[in-house]
Structures are given as C-alpha cells and as structure tokens.
C-alpha cells in the first residue's frame, strides 16, 4: 500500500488484507494498493484525515493473468564429431528400437538408420 498526499510512506497489508498507517498529520491523502501480478479495482481511493482513525478505505484484488514463456528451438543444429561419446536416444519409425549410438568422430553406419 502506498500512501501520498499531506504525508508518503507506504504499508504492506496482512494476510487477511488489513494495512494501517500510523501517526498522519491531519490532510488529505491517496491511497493506492500496490502488489506484483495484482489488478486492484477502485485502482486508488483519497481520504482525508481530520483528528479521527479512518477506517474502510478497502480495495478489491485480482491475479493478473501471466503469458506463458514460450522458447523455440533453433532451426537447424550442429552437431561436431571428434569426442569419445555416445549419443543414445529411443524410439524408431516402428517403435521397436532405440536410435542408433553415435560412434567416435560421429560417424554411423548406413545400416544404423534402417
């Protein structure tokens, strides 16, 4: 929550949403409720401070739908030869075999890929 106006500072609310801010000085104030992936309707309300608390100053939240992060693989990949090891994967065209284990320098048979 952030207070401004006569006087600024700012309050966190607690879990059941009650904030306070202590000590004003007399005059008129905003307040605007502040909280990371939140909507808050009204957005802001003012108060006026005249010698008494204030109470129901309230404020209606809602999660801020997030996008999803979606990472795309490059288009094409290389792949160097030249180490000592084996690359293994699953699956084949008929389901019943693993791909075929890179050999060194990355050289593979004709008859590795059926």
């Not at 502040?34 to 999660?63: C, D, E, L, M, R």
């Not at 795309?72 to 090891?85: E, I, K, L, S, Y």
Request: with cysteine; charged share 10%; aromatic share 6%.
């Amino acid at each position: 929550m952030v207070l401004s106006g006569a006087a600024s500072t700012s309050a966190t609310a607690d879990n059941a949403g009650n904030y306070t801010f202590a000590g004003l000085p007399n005059g008129s104030y905003m307040v605007t409720p502040k909280h990371t992936g939140y909507a808050f309707t009204p957005g802001n309300q003012s108060a006026t401070v005249s010698g008494a608390n204030i109470t129901g100053v309230n404020f209606t939240a809602n999660a801020v739908p997030v996008a999803p992060t979606i990472t795309t693989q490059p288009a094409n990949q290389t792949v160097d030869g030249g180490t000592d090891g084996n690359l293994c994967g699953g699956g084949s065209r008929d389901g019943t075999a693993g791909l075929p284990v890179a050999e060194e320098r990355g050289q593979h048979r004709r008859s590795d890929f059926g």
